[in-house]
């Protein structure tokens, strides 16, 4: 890469590229050269080969009769003297006339390595028949030919060699100087830009044209990427700063571990969170396990094991030993990177600090449990308030009304007038509603059937009263409701029924209650359900209606859970869940 990056310089002949192209250009030159010499050098050989036939054919048509002539009449001289004529035409070496095994004449000698020999049958017309009297053999040389086309070959790869290396030279100078010298300036420039940083815009040295071409394009093309890159650069490092600031306001730091649980890469708010130096952070998780806290260490080495064997995302809580001797609580999330199969993963995990989430919340926990005991101190004060009023209007105003009523029946005993009786019975009718209503009252403030007889009978009484009261029909399930519970528990959910019988009276238009006491073990579920219009829950949560609020909070005073669950048209179902302690 170092090599690479050192580049050429502007050296045309240290190109690989121009040599590339150079070697390409004489490949292919030597190639065409070759192939059409080749086809050259084969037409003038059938152009020789040619004429060597040609020279046959006028043996044949022109000699062979004169010939058959002088062998027939066995002329010597005059045979000899035709094959020297014959042996003197171009490209013919040798000839001979033979008889058998005579040899009547002879001229010229063999003296090429290459030859073509042709045999002519002699003939002779005697009485209207043809005889064979003798053979004539004509040898053509070839050597010549072969010479010629070889000294013609030369010739022409010698000149197409010159051309050749002429338009490679031209072709390597021209690519030089218009293409070579452009890429090596582009990549001096990247290398400074990989070096250095962005400095200043690409700018080929070159004449400005009318109409850019594609090295304008290029040049171009890189700007605008360069620009762009720049700009997103910038955007880079400001979201890696204001990352990195987030991540040290919110105690954040991420890890990438590999493989073999070694730390590839964190961020740098890991030292801050681990409270140890830069150069001092664990880079493995091995190395991290030694700063997690020996009662915790165990669980989180039992997790990341789970973790690499599922490759699934895992969480985990652990505290943290810092090396400034601090105690912190972290929050791990860890994450697998993309895998490939057979390998094991790499991890992403995010770690932050809660300690101060988990002291708040063990404050609000605090809280809460103090709330649900001034809720259960506030339930009880309501309830001694309820039976302090329910005995003072049982003392006061009940033997009021008795006092009244016996002064009422002395006078209807004594002397009255006619017009007073009508209203001597109106009060002594009014004074027996108040007595019922003072009654009513009493049970309400403190049901007595409650005390005496549990939940469950309190509860049947208090739906029998409601249906006479409503007009609702009212069916309580006591089938699993086992043994009594505790006072306190009986009267928080005696008091819970009551609040959603008002309000089932008030708002909900339902011709249906019912009411269910169920446990299972140590788990209590009271229910109480209706086929009413319904309403939406978060709404009346959030406006305090429907005496949800009052309702919740005798619930918490148990350490209940109260749900409910109604929609528009659809009835309500309310359920108050608690652990049930003796």
């Avoid at 002291?359 to 809720?375: N, S």
Wanted: proline share 3%; hydrophobic share 45%; with cysteine.
């Amino acid at each position: 890469m170092n090599a690479i990056l050192a580049g050429r310089g502007g050296r045309p002949f240290a190109s690989p590229l121009a040599r590339r192209l150079v070697l390409a250009i004489i490949v292919v030159s030597s190639v065409i050269t070759v192939l059409l010499t080749g086809l050259q050098l084969y037409a003038e050989y059938r152009d020789e080969t040619g004429q060597i036939e040609a020279d046959f054919l006028q043996i044949e048509q022109s000699h062979l009769k004169s010939l058959s002539s002088s062998l027939w009449q066995t002329n010597a001289h005059d045979i000899r003297l035709q094959l020297e004529g014959i042996v003197r035409m171009p490209n013919l070496e040798y000839v001979a006339l033979r008889e058998a095994d005579k040899t009547w004449g002879e001229a010229g000698r063999q003296v090429s390595r290459h030859m073509v020999e042709r045999n002519f049958p002699v003939t002779f017309d005697y009485q209207g028949k043809s005889l064979d009297i003798g053979t004539l053999t004509a040898v053509a040389g070839l050597d010549a030919v072969y010479r010629k086309l070889s000294v013609r070959a030369l010739t022409i790869l010698a000149s197409n060699a010159f051309k050749t290396f002429l338009v490679a030279a031209f072709a390597f100078f021209l690519f030089h100087a218009l293409l070579n010298r452009h890429l090596v300036a582009i990549s001096d420039y990247f290398r400074d830009l990989y070096f250095k940083g962005f400095t200043s815009m690409l700018k080929l040295d070159r004449r400005a044209r009318q109409a850019p071409d594609e090295l304008d394009q290029v040049c171009a093309s890189i700007n605008l990427l360069q620009e762009k890159a720049h700009s997103t650069q910038l955007a880079l490092k400001e979201s890696e700063a204001g990352l990195r600031r987030a991540q040290s306001v919110a105690r954040l730091a991420h890890v990438i571990t590999g493989p073999a649980g070694r730390f590839e890469s964190w961020s740098e708010t890991l030292p801050e969170l681990a409270g140890v130096e830069p150069a001092r952070v664990p880079v493995s998780m091995r190395a991290w396990l030694k700063l997690v806290h020996p009662e915790d260490r165990g669980a989180l080495r039992a997790k990341s094991i789970e973790g690499a064997r599922s490759g699934e995302r895992i969480e985990h809580d652990y505290r943290l030993l810092r090396a400034d001797g601090a105690s912190v609580h972290i929050h791990q999330v860890a994450e697998p990177l993309e895998t490939v199969p057979g390998m094991r993963a790499r991890w992403f995990s995010t770690l932050q600090d809660v300690t101060e989430e988990k002291r708040v919340v063990e404050a609000l926990a605090r809280q809460q449990a103090q709330l649900r005991a001034m809720a259960r101190r506030m339930a009880d004060l309501q309830e001694k308030e309820r039976r302090d009023i329910a005995r003072e209007l049982h003392d006061r105003m009940g033997q009021t009304l008795t006092a009244l009523a016996f002064e009422l029946e002395a006078i209807g005993t004594g002397d009255k007038s006619p017009a007073s009786l009508p209203h001597i019975a109106r009060s002594r009718e009014l004074i027996q509603q108040s007595g019922e209503a003072l009654g009513g009252l009493l049970s309400d403030l403190r049901p007595p059937m409650l005390a005496t007889y549990g939940l469950m009978e309190a509860v049947q009484w208090q739906a029998d009263e409601f249906s006479q009261r409503t007009g609702i029909a009212t069916q309580v399930s006591r089938e699993d409701a086992g043994a009594r519970l505790s006072t306190d528990y009986e009267l928080a959910l005696f008091r819970i029924g009551q609040a959603a019988l008002d309000n089932i009276a008030k708002h909900a238009r339902a011709q249906r209650v019912t009411i269910a006491l169920r446990r299972e073990g140590s788990k209590v579920r009271f229910e109480i359900g209706d086929d009413g219009v319904g309403f939406d829950v978060p709404r009346a949560l959030a406006s305090g209606r429907w005496g949800l609020a009052i309702m919740r909070e005798r619930a918490e005073a148990i350490d209940g859970e109260l749900r409910v669950e109604s929609q528009p048209g659809g009835g309500t179902s309310l359920s108050v869940e608690f652990e049930a302690v003796a």
